[in-house]
């Protein structure tokens, strides 16, 4: 079998480099079986090349270092597909095996993850429900003492408030189950993940109702802090400050500001006793 029998390439290895001392590679039918390379050396002996030949020095020029290689290819083109075949199922096993191993990897640390937050005991009966909203409708007093009580097993972002809370009888220990921020976004609505934490003090009594009623007003009416206006002192409703901002253009940032909670919560919540 001739070299006619099959079509080789020359191309440069680098695409920004095609000049005459650029490295290239070599591609018979498409494949690459090897490349050629400038080096130090004699005038007259300054090219090498590597691919079916092994490492082949002391060529003249590019060409006949590319020549080495295509007729140690084409004395045995079918020895050498083998070979070359035998390379590429290495390489897609080596890559395949690598994919497995990041992906095993990926997993534990998505359970280690998991077990930091869930713990590495098994769930158990709900013995306490905060309700869900609980710290925006209940009596002052009682929203303290759950504010008090979660602060004190470390959980002080509100988004835990909008979520339902519950202390779970397990195995061995009781743990408050809650909905943990995710990602650090300002809003009602963000992101959590649910996480565990070991009970260190009694819950407080909670006298006060679900009120799924109000879910959606309090994600209307959010309490929002406006901390260039007022040093963060006082919580504002953000819609009702923006609605009466948009309808009176001409007054300032701070007299738009509407104290939360607004009227349009306190006539739900009723009594106005926050
Ligand atoms: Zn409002």
């Known amino acids: 079998m001739g070299q006619s029998a099959f079509v080789t390439q020359v191309i440069p290895r680098y695409s920004d480099d095609d000049g005459p001392y650029a490295d290239v590679l070599i591609q018979i039918d498409g ?5 050629a390379y400038p080096c130090a050396g004699e005038p007259g002996d300054r090219w090498a090349s590597w691919g079916p030949a092994g490492l082949s020095m002391k060529h003249p020029d590019r060409q006949a270092a590319v020549r080495a290689q295509i007729q140690a290819y084409a004395a045995d083109p079918s020895g050498w597909d083998r070979i070359l075949d035998e390379e590429d199922a290495e390489k897609a096993a080596d890559r395949a095996r690598r994919d497995r191993e990041l992906q095993q990897e990926r997993a534990r640390r998505r359970e280690r993850r998991r077990r930091d937050r869930l713990g590495d005991d098994e769930p158990g009966p709900t013995i306490v429900t905060i309700p869900a909203y609980h710290a925006l409708y209940a009596p002052i007093e009682e929203a303290t003492a759950v504010g ?17 809370i519950r202390v779970e009888q397990r195995a061995a220990r009781r743990v408050v189950v809650y909905q943990a921020l995710a990602s650090i976004v300002d809003d009602p609505q963000a992101r959590t ?6 009970l260190a003090m009694e819950p407080p009594a909670i006298a006060t109702p679900p009120r799924p009623d109000l879910h959606q007003l309090f994600d209307d009416h959010w309490p929002t802090r406006f901390p260039l206006i007022d040093y963060g002192r006082r919580l504002a409703c953000g819609r009702c400050s923006g609605e009466r901002r948009s309808a009176m253009p001409q ?3 701070s007299e738009a500001l509407v104290v939360w909670p607004c009227s349009v919560l306190q006539a739900q919540i009723g009594g106005g006793d926050r």
Do not use: F, K, P, Y
């Not at 494949?31 to 490349?35: E, F, L």
């Open 148 to 164: 008090d009580w979660l602060a004190a097993h470390g959980i002080e972002d509100a988004a835990s408030c909008v979520h339902e």
């Open 251 to 253: 007054i300032g940032s």
């Open 193 to 198: 993940e649910t996480s565990v934490v070991t």
């Open 31 to 35: 494949r690459q079986i090897g490349g």
